[in-house]
């Protein structure tokens, strides 16, 4: 499975970047894939789902989180973050200040989608 992919989802293209069920040394380094990734994307233009169902975390998570947030920020349109844990939630809450303004969170990957193109605005046109 690739860990920063992107989908199709109603019509829209939708980036994953999909932690679920990553230790927490391969969550950090799937942080940095994913930030690799949307750096390359104009500003202002990405569908973005974050999974992290079942993916652990180690200390610092925090300020691993705040510094993928803060760098991929000016490329996303909207973000969804996908199966928060009990305690991710607490994390979640305690970032939620350097998070993109659109961010919500779902339990499923397609609930997320599903939102996710209602808000990119309606599909694009295929010649």
Do not use: C
């Amino acid at each position: 499975m690739d860990r920063v992919r992107v989908e199709s989802w109603l019509g829209k293209r939708i980036v994953v970047v999909d932690g679920t069920d990553a230790t927490a040394e391969n969550y950090a380094s799937i942080l940095r894939q994913g930030q690799a990734f949307l750096a390359q994307e104009p500003p202002g233009s990405v569908l973005l789902a974050t999974v992290v169902t079942r993916a652990r975390f180690a200390a610092g998570a925090a300020e691993h989180l705040k510094g993928y947030s803060r760098a991929i920020r000016p490329h996303v349109k909207a973000s969804a973050v996908v199966g928060l844990s009990a305690l991710q939630r607490v994390i979640f809450t305690t970032i939620r200040p350097f998070l993109h303004g659109s961010v919500r969170d779902f339990a499923t990957l397609e609930e997320a989608k599903v939102w996710l193109a209602s808000v990119g605005g309606p599909p694009k046109a295929t010649p």
